[in-house]
Nanobody, 118 residues
Framework: QLQASGGGLVQAGGPLRLSCAASGQTFSSYVMGWFRQAPGKEREFVGRSRGVTVYEESVKGRFTISRDRAKNTGYLQMNSLKPEDTALYYC????????????????WGQGTQVTVSS
């Protein structure tokens, strides 16, 4: 019900925008979260949005979460990308309050790979 897309290979310093298209139901009232997982590491919180938007410290000022409720789609705009941003990125949604804990999210996209070359 969530489809993430937009990943790819980008040079350090470049931008990339990920999309998360929802289907089957409207997610406009849900918290939308973005997470990422690098090889050998745990899944980590990137940011979440519903009204208030919260970001993980390392992406603040570089990443922006937005939503187009008419399209039932969320976005993660990533600027000034760094090699350490390389990971598989996931979008997720939950009906409760905002959370940084990935286990609290009910719906998940399949993940889209972002690779940043130095």
């Amino acid at each position: 019900q969530l489809q993430a897309s937009g990943g790819g290979l980008v040079q350090a310093g470049g931008p990339l925008r990920l999309s998360c298209a929802a289907s089957g139901q409207t997610f406009s009232s849900y918290v939308m979260g973005w997470f990422r997982q690098a090889p050998g590491k745990e899944r980590e919180f990137v940011g979440r949005s519903r009204g208030v938007t919260v970001y993980e410290e390392s992406v603040k000022g570089r990443f922006t979460i937005s939503r187009d409720r008419a399209k039932n789609t969320g976005y993660l705009q990533m600027n000034s990308l760094k090699p350490e941003d390389t990971a598989l990125y996931y979008c997720a949604a939950r009906s409760g309050s905002g959370s940084r804990d990935y286990s609290q999210y009910d719906y998940w996209g399949q993940g889209t790979q972002v690779t940043v070359s130095s």
